[in-house]
């Protein structure tokens, strides 16, 4: 079937990727401090989810997708990942955090925080409350691994990274129709109040609800082609 020998050939553009980048990274082991393409798309990987004997994406996601924003791949790679020290972060302004403390609350009614995607909270022990949650999240995070993709195009609405955000999310959501590459029954995803994130077996929201061009592919492999063997 096509999608099945389009998902074979994109894990194994994943493969290549990571040979020539030096692996998946553990996002809690990231820093400002490595060297980081300006811009790019980021795939993430969780413990314990797998295709196969090859780690699973469970998230796809690019940055900097209108005119005006300046955000760099870094930056938004850090927003998920959250702060150090003291551990916190901000789910705000990061989906993936939002979505992810969210699910660990619907696992764990004991640990729900009533002002987990509303208004930042007034009252101080919300305060507290919320900070102890988005410190749960950067454990759960910093768990996960990350490969990177270096396009460096401008922002725009036309950008290439968004094509293959786009493109690599459809291809392996299981929303519209099952992939044949399912999450485990633990996955966090499975407690997630967004049916999208649930049905898809990704922390995505867009795009699990359409479908992939498989030309995507041979414009994925000229732009891994590119970076420098090691």
Request: charged share 30%; aromatic share 6%; hydrophobic share 30%.
């Given at each position: 079937m096509p999608r099945t020998s389009d998902l074979l050939s994109f894990y194994g553009?994943?493969?290549?990727?990571?040979?020539?980048?030096?692996?998946?990274?553990?996002?809690?082991?990231?820093?400002?401090?490595?060297i980081w393409p300006e811009r790019g798309i980021y795939f993430f990987f969780e413990p314990g989810e797998m295709h196969g004997r090859q780690p699973r994406v469970v998230r796809v996601g690019t940055h900097a997708l209108t005119a005006t924003s300046s955000t760099t791949?870094?930056?938004?790679?850090s927003q998920h990942r959250g702060t150090i020290s003291p551990v916190g972060g901000n789910h705000r302004g990061s989906i993936f955090r939002l979505l992810v403390g969210e699910a660990l609350m619907r696992r764990d009614p004991d640990l729900a925080v009533q002002s987990w995607d509303a208004e930042r909270p007034s009252n101080g022990a919300e305060r507290v409350a919320e900070k102890q949650h988005e410190a749960r999240v950067s454990g759960y995070l910093g768990q996960t691994r990350i490969l990177c993709l270096p396009i460096n195009d401008p922002p725009g609405a036309g950008s290439l990274r968004g094509v293959i955000e786009r493109n690599s999310i459809a291809l392996l959501s299981n929303y519209l129709t099952p992939s044949g590459i399912e999450p485990s029954q633990g996955w966090l995803?499975?407690?997630?109040?967004?049916?999208?994130?649930?049905?898809?077996?990704?922390?995505?929201?867009r795009h699990v609800d359409e479908t992939h061009d498989p030309a995507f592919l041979a414009v994925f492999e000229r732009l891994i082609e590119r970076i420098p063997a090691p």
């Open positions: 553009l994943m493969d290549e990727l990571a040979a020539r980048t030096g692996g998946r990274r553990q996002l809690a082991e990231c820093s400002g401090r490595m791949l870094w930056k938004r790679l995803g499975q407690y997630s109040g967004r049916e999208k994130v649930r049905k898809s077996g990704l922390w995505n929201n």
